[in-house]
């Protein structure tokens, strides 16, 4: 199986693999979300992801970003709950793909899932110290 196929195929091991290690860590804003909720976010997330595996850009998880950063930012996320959240997704990912992704392919998808998600964190910080100053 490869990533996208992982993707595709078996979103869901995903998104419940996220938002359960969300919930239980207990940040003080995403502990106000229900799990549907939660849920959905990881959903709009891997999807902006998925967009960037199909086009070999980052540009959709840059746009995503700057939405979220906006939204989080108004109101009064600080920018390490935002960042969790990004290693949480990012750990579901790898756990997901070890179990599921064909092995010759491991690191190549690892590789790639890193590096949209570290353009992420960067977009997140840009943005964050973007608004900071307004």
């Not at 595709?8 to 359960?20: A, D």
């Not at 390490?80 to 010759?104: C, G, M, S, T």
């Not at 790639?112 to 100053?133: G, H, Q």
Request: hydrophobic share 40%; aromatic share 8%; with cysteine.
């Amino acid at each position: 199986m490869t990533l996208l196929e992982l993707i595709y195929n078996k979103p869901e091991l995903i998104l419940q693999e996220s938002t359960n290690s969300l919930m239980r860590v207990q940040l003080p804003h995403y502990s106000k979300f229900r799990l549907e909720e939660i849920q959905k976010k990881y959903s709009n997330l891997l999807l902006a992801l998925t967009k960037c595996i199909e086009t070999q850009t980052c540009d959709d998880m840059i746009g995503y970003m700057d939405l979220i950063s906006d939204e989080r930012f108004a109101s009064g996320f600080e920018v390490e709950e935002i960042q969790i959240a990004l290693n949480i997704f990012e750990e579901a990912l790898w756990k997901n793909i070890r179990k599921y992704v064909d092995q010759e392919v491991h690191y190549a998808s690892k590789k790639m899932v890193t590096t949209i998600i570290d353009k992420a964190k960067e977009e997140l910080l840009n943005e964050y110290v973007t608004l900071s100053r307004s």
